[in-house]
């Protein structure tokens, strides 16, 4: 099987689903790619990113809809379009930016199908970067998950691996509610297999990236690599389960269950701040529902509750390390 | 048709893993009925007997006693009467080929049953047919575990696993979760709505959930959590649940009597003057010579009454008490006081085939021993034939429980609130005795004075018990 960049295996979903699907377009800024739209130089680089590389070269000007620097526009304009019978896929670039659209995405885009009392769906998918490691400072930089899962009418996919990101992608475009994709910014240029036929992953159905028996590891993004390298490194010692819950709205909660209840013992790591993260819903939902089985208190692990720091340094210590939650694991077996 | 069937290491208890043959109670060549007692087998915690579970002839003994197998191990063959011999060998050879010496023996099922077309001369019917124990003393109903390749079926990782473990297809089970995905719950309602049982994985219950005080209780008991019921909340073994398993095994032996209304009225109110009554005591001999002497004499002289040297107690208590008012009480909690009586109203303990009662000998301070005698009696007989009245033993300043006659030298006895003192009575017995250094014998009785501290100070029982021994040993002062 080939091996992809997770950048490439987005590129090939959206390129897929276009080929696929004729009411799928692309909106956002610079996504057409090239120098400012110079002639002959179109969709060359395909964006800041480069996720849309070549999209414009293949579908032109209609379907891959460059907009000045307003976000509210690009999403208003998605919410929109997805009403009257299109799937747009809008690029935030950053989603540190939904400051300046959030209403268009929680207020609108997330209520329609509920207050038009279901004779409206909205089929859009916003795409941006999030996560910390990456130097782009405390703007530019956050994980910002906790804040889409908490809107009722949003689904959030937060895939941790090239093979994820395209399946989940190609879901996502295929769903009939706004979805909100999130890219780390770190994972653009790890490769992974990467199957060349469209394929769909359902959202809310965790993947086990880990079997293991003594310790439920549940790990968000960037961090699910994180944890199986800790798997990898105390096999033999520790049995260690990782679960990879791909989307956080809807979370699978009944594997997360199976697992715990399973394993006994719980260790969540979440890059997002730690006050109301999903981190901090994970453990609410063992301690509620599967407390009698757990033999030893679950551990948490989080960024700090500060901004991103710019300094590289810091900005280590700021994101949770692989030494970190071996540490947890291995104090849970104590 | 003939049946060849056999007869299993039946499963006593979840815990339960292995058994050893002790005994055969019947023959090869014996028949049975369904129920009939046909071996003995023991496991760690109790030896027992196999009922058979069907009607039959015992052809082939397969275990020998002394051998210890594991649940469901086969240990001998059934067939008619009739049955060849030859497929009865047929029948051991394919169990034979089918397993190892010491495999699983839901296998030996399975083989067995796969083999069964080819051997024309029997029809196998393994005794459970329905079901097969797996590990951890799950069963899983033979429908669960047939179908076809289940490994496209959708299903949670430990949905499948668990399915795995105990043979379920997956093609049996309904699946409730997210996507179409079968879960482990859903495997477990599947085992369940088909008839099976879910077991405890094995002897460790650290699995089962539980409440932490019934966690301990049950490791101090000895008893495992999965054979508890899960009355709390989320499923969870509380204590009671586990106090209800430790008392059925305990009460298996024991005859179980309720308790009656006079049980449970004792239970409670020497339960609650234990727990809430500070009690001392205070312990006095007396030389009962002199009283003995005058009861044989007034005995001999008068017909009216045959008196007891209880009744002498009685007589002396009742004057005692006018000599020390502050013992013949009865403390108030609700108002906080102490009611000293003038009267003294003298509970005698008497012993009933199920309990006790206190009649009581009414203003005894201003009665003779012979209306005291015949008042005693009276009451015994009364209460004897539970006839008395309840104003003939409700109330009282003052009990006095004579276990004399039980040869007993010395005992103490729980004050009856809201009275506040009770005399233990021993025995009369003869005892050496020095007197002005001079080793002489006399007949001695022990009494023990019970007081509640919260309203009689040591001096005053002292003081009483002085008075009390004074009468007894002179007996003449009751009448001055």
Redesign the interface.
Known sequence: MPLKSFREAINEALCQEMANDPSVILIGEDIAGGNGGVEGAAGSSGGMLGVTKGLYHDYGPERVIDTPISESAIVGAAAGAAMTGLRPVAELMFMDFFGVCFDQIYNQAAKFRYMFGGNCTTPMVVRGMVGAGFGSAAQHSQALWPIFSHIPGLKVVLPSSPHDAKGLMIQAIRDDDPVIFLEHKVLYDTKGEVPEEPYAI?F??AN?TR?GDDVTIVAFGRMVNFANEVADKLTGNISVEVLDPRTTS?L?T??IL??V??T?RLVVVDEANPICNMASEVISLVAT?A???L?ARPIKISAPHTPVPAAPNLETLYIPSKETIEKAVANLME | MSDIKLLEVPKWGLSMQEGTVNAWLIAEGDSFAAGDEICEIETSKIANVVEAPFDGTLRKILAQPGETLPVGAPIAVSAEGDTDEVAISTFLNELAGGQGANEAPNEVLVAGAAAAPTSAAATLEPISSASAVTSGGTEIPSALTSGADDSAIKATLHGRKFAQQHGVNLNQVTATGRGGRVTRTDVENAILAAGGSLGTQGMDDASVAATPLARRLAQQQGVNLGDCNNSGSAGKVTKADVLALSQASANANAEVIPMTAMRRTIAQRLQAAKQEMPHFRVVVDVELDNLLALRKKINGINSGAKLSVNDFVIKACASALSKVPEVNVQFDEGSQSILRFTDADISVAVAMPDGLITPIVKQANRKGLSEISNDMRHLATKAKAKTLQPDEFQGGTFTISNLGMFGVKQFDAIVNPPQCAILAVGAGEERPVIKGGELSKATVMTLSLSSDHRVIDGSVAASFMQELKNFLEHPALMIA
Do not use: A, N, R, T
Request: no cysteine; aromatic share 6%; proline share 11%.
């Open positions: 359902p809310g159905e086990i079997e809807p699978d009944e594997v199976e697992s209840k399973h006994g529902e407390l009698q089985y033999k």
